[in-house]
Nanobody, 117 residues
Framework: VQLVESGGGSVQPGTPLTLSCVAF????????MSWVRQQPGVQDPEWIA?????????IYANSVKGRFTIYRDNPKNTLYLQMNNLTSEDTANYYC??????????RGQGTQVTVSA
């Protein structure tokens, strides 16, 4: 049972980026899923988005609302995070988590996103 993220990298401000999270070993379609990020120098991780198990409903933190989009492909057991208008403040390790809010029952290792000019 695991979650594996990919798609991070070093990008310039404003460059779009899409992260992926593949789920293994559990019925992905039965679970709410979230994206969470850990910013450098910040003690607590920041929840940024969640999606209902059927993908019909999504919610976002104010810090990313209107710029990021969470979506999922249940037949592919994959969760996505499309990120637009990135700024240096979006630099973080991004990970997916099983659940809508902490404590999460499962989380991935994360993928690093670095935004710099």
């Amino acid at each position: 049972v695991q979650l594996v993220e990919s798609g991070g990298g070093s990008v310039q401000p404003g460059t779009p980026l899409t992260l992926s999270c593949v789920a293994f070993g559990f019925p992905f379609e039965n679970y709410y899923m979230s994206w969470v990020r850990q910013q450098p120098g910040v003690q607590d991780p920041e929840w940024i988005a969640a999606i209902w198990n059927d993908g019909r409903h999504t919610i976002y933190a104010n810090s990313v609302k209107g710029r990021f989009t969470i979506y999922r492909d249940n037949p592919k057991n994959t969760l996505y995070l499309q990120m637009n208008n990135l700024t240096s403040e979006d630099t973080a390790n991004y990970y997916c988590a099983r659940g809508r809010a902490p404590p999460y029952s499962l989380r991935g290792q994360g993928t690093q996103v670095t935004v710099s000019a």
